[in-house]
């Protein structure tokens, strides 16, 4: 696996620092990474810190009211972030947040 | 290969040598947006999910005559599967061809007037799932992967476990841990790799999905071939208007796990209309879920086109997925039909199990007693037509689920072997 350190996360300040798992459809912004950082207090601030370092994944994530896309699934750590408080959940530096598309099946 | 690309596989599926029968290319069902047939299965725009897209060569009478000569299998429906055309001579489990049974006593006692269960545990491996990875397996040939691999809440383990040693490849199947005793050891009598993780069904479909993105030559059925995979559920659409005589019934109750299936039936009743197999008459689509785990019901209830995931708590661990994909388009079917999606409770489950097997001889597991219970319930609240005709869905066998019902039935007296004993107990 390919880790790749985000350079517009540095900027963040105290902000904390996370780990994010990008998924292969968003890999071309990631100029193939597997895993990047970013910084971020709630996961749309990471949200916000991916696109400032990787231009053009916000909107595949994020849909044109700026809420999740419905066939996004988005995790901190080993938590759905709808079990939390959405977009609005806090992060701590040393979590990984990671984006999943949806797919479920029995 | 890889299980989603970047850009668009950069050749058509006929010039790859990718032979997946009418299927011609892979959509967006949220965006529209349109790539070659490969392994792919979430949109590059959006996420969406995709969605075989065909071109129809047959239709009308010659296409009737045509599935008519057929297999007494899914595959006399390979002129409208992702399939190549010459899918009934593969190794394979030819599931389908199931059983229409028309249900004249539970009609009685529930006070209808034409019901029918459509009783897929009549398939290979005892449940619907048959039909699904028959179809996956064939798109996996295709595509050249060597692994057929799955998350499962069972029925789905027990079919990739047998499709794998029939077509004599290597399966990897993850289950939860506390999956019933039953539908662990009918998956690992198979011999793949069988992994019992310790976390929920959603969990390991997370995990699944992580693994299919580092294993590019594994198929995991209900991921990376997703499209194709749930394109089988159409065969249990095709099956039911066949049967009765190439038409559509009235009202149909199904049950919703990831939803795939309620909204694959829709889709096949659709495409029989276009293509002019039947008159395209209206049909009411209604949703059975558990209350333990019934994100798409309360979704349904609070008129949201979104579904908010829960954690299953639930008897009905088949239809246990907190986080189901096709939800959206659940209740996108159930609202254009003018159905409705309800949910009960693991006691109305056991009761439903009970109810069927009393009035109709069919043992169902859990995910078809929630599917009698909600007929029950829908009925009592004026939600269903009594008059209308209706098709419910039993989608597994009462075998797989014993531990669900061993609190309530059990021998009806236990007495000594003598013709006393047997008048004692008052059982002449």
Not at chain 2, 272 to 277: A, I, N, S
Not at chain 2, 324 to 337: E, H, K, S
Request: hydrophobic share 40%; glycine share 10%; net charge negative.
């Amino acid at each position: 696996m390919n880790d790749a350190t985000d350079p517009g996360s540095s900027s963040a300040g105290p902000a904390p620092t996370v780990q994010v798992r990008i998924p292969t459809i968003l890999r071309a912004y990631t100029g193939g990474a597997t895993v990047v950082s970013a910084s971020g207090a709630t996961i749309g601030d990471v949200i916000g810190s991916l696109e400032a370092a990787h231009p053009g994944i916000r909107a595949r994530v994020l849909d044109e009211q700026g809420s999740v896309r419905r066939f996004v699934n988005l995790y901190l750590d080993d938590d759905d972030i709808r079990f939390g408080l959405g977009l609005q959940t806090p992060v701590t530096t040393g979590a990984t947040v990671s984006i999943i598309p949806a797919v479920a099946g029995g | 290969m890889t299980t989603v690309l970047s850009t668009p596989a950069p050749t058509g599926a006929a010039a790859s040598g990718i032979d997946l029968g009418p299927a011609v290319a892979l959509s967006c069902r949220e965006c529209g947006h349109r790539v070659d047939l490969g392994p792919f299965y979430a949109c590059t725009e959006c996420f969406g999910p995709l969605e075989v897209s065909y071109e129809f060569a047959v239709r009308g009478q010659a296409l009737k005559n045509r599935i008519e000569a057929g297999p007494t299998n899914i595959w006399r429906y390979a002129p409208l599967l992702p399939v190549p055309a010459g899918i009934a001579e593969t190794r394979n489990m030819n599931p389908g061809g199931t059983k229409l049974i028309r249900a004249d006593h539970l009609a009685r006692e529930l006070g209808m007037k034409t019901l029918w269960v459509k009783d897929d545990s009549g398939n290979p491996t005892h449940s619907f799932k048959d039909r699904v990875v028959a179809v996956a397996l064939a798109a996996a040939r295709q595509l050249g992967f060597s692994v057929l691999a799955c998350p499962s809440t069972g029925n789905l383990a027990n079919a990739v476990a047998a499709a794998a040693a029939r077509a004599g490849i290597r399966s990897v199947v993850l289950v939860p841990s506390n999956l019933e005793q039953q539908k662990i050891l009918t998956t690992a009598a198979y011999g793949g790799t069988l992994v019992a993780v310790d976390g929920s069904y959603d969990d390991i479909n997370r995990l699944a999905g992580e693994i299919a993105a580092e294993q590019e030559d594994w198929a995991f059925v209900n991921v990376n071939v997703r499209p194709y995979y749930a394109e089988g559920s159409k065969t249990l659409g095709y099956e039911v208007a066949e049967q009765l005589g190439w038409r559509l019934p009235q009202q149909l109750v199904i049950p919703v796990a990831s939803g795939a299936q309620l909204v694959k039936v829709d889709k096949g009743f659709t495409e029989l209309g276009e293509l002019g197999l039947v008159e395209p008459t209206p049909y009411r689509v209604f949703g059975a879920q558990a209350t333990g785990c019934s994100p798409v019901s309360a979704a349904f209830k609070a008129g949201e086109d979104t579904v908010r995931p829960v954690r299953p708590d639930t008897i009905a661990k088949s239809l246990a997925i907190g986080n189901p994909a096709d939800g959206p388009y659940v209740l996108d079917v159930t609202r254009r039909t003018g159905g409705a999606i309800e949910d009960v409770s693991d006691e109305e489950v056991v009761d439903g199990i009970r109810l069927l097997a009393r009035t109709e001889g069919i043992f169902a597991e859990t995910a078809g007693g929630v599917t009698i219970a909600v007929l029950r319930k829908l009925l009592a609240a004026g939600r269903l037509d009594p008059d209308a005709e209706t098709v419910v869905f039993n989608t597994g066998d009462g075998l797989k689920t014993l531990d669900a019902i061993a609190h309530a039935v059990g021998p009806t007296a236990t007495i000594a072997p003598t013709l006393t004993a047997f008048e004692q107990a008052g059982l002449a």
